[in-house]
């Protein structure tokens, strides 16, 4: 059983190979806006070209065209293996790296456009959802979050707003998705981006 891991909702742009819950091959570039250009030969390089048994993708929050990019080379792709696509949260996805073994509670803060900042809270061991994902103005997101350790592209900011705690800066890895616990990777592959889209229909 392989699986294919997609994550293109940030700067970063990442993808890895999965055989049975094991790693077998990644790589992750910080790419800006240039995930539409770099996936898929990002995933050709994979063992087998990364065809797979069923194909993970992060559905966001995080750049609008980015989380669009890797949902649709996800459904393309499980479209012509005919095989299962299920997604997982971006924040979620940080907050399953490596941080400290001490470390009982975390907040993930990554930076959201127009000046705001999407923001969730987590239990690190056994990992667990403490809140949902949420954008926030920089002042707001700062009163909402608890925990002393803060994470992500936005934790310097959002640190600095709050006077205290530690940030450290971190982007999404594909490599790290199955520490996800199986209730936060069973999501439909359907995109989440947190926020109201930037353009306004015609009146």
């Known amino acids: 059983m392989r699986t294919l891991v997609i ?22 570039e910080i790419v800006g806006r240039g995930h539409a250009e770099r996936l898929i030969p990002m995933i050709g390089e994979l063992p087998g070209q990364g065809r797979a048994d069923a194909i993970l993708v992060d559905r966001g929050p995080g750049s609008f065209t980015g989380v669009r990019v890797g949902i649709a080379a996800a459904r393309g792709l499980a479209l012509g293996w005919k095989v299962p696509v299920h997604g997982f949260h971006s924040l979620a996805l940080i907050a399953a790296g490596d941080w400290p073994d001490d470390v009982e509670t975390l907040a993930v803060a990554i930076n959201g456009g127009h000046g705001q900042l999407f923001v969730q809270s987590f239990q690190a061991g056994p990992m667990r959802a403490l809140s949902d994902p949420v954008s926030f103005m920089p002042a707001d997101a700062a009163a909402a979050v608890s925990a002393a350790l803060v994470i992500g592209s936005g934790a310097q900011a959002l640190v600095a707003l709050r006077g205290h705690g530690q940030a450290l800066p971190a982007e999404p890895d594909a490599r790290h998705a199955f520490r996800l616990p199986a209730a936060l990777r069973g999501a439909s592959a359907i995109p989440f981006y947190g926020r109201a889209p930037d353009a306004k229909p015609m009146a």
């Open 7 to 28: 994550e293109t909702a940030t700067a970063a742009c990442s993808v890895a190979l999965f055989e049975q819950g094991a790693l077998l091959a990644h790589a992750h």
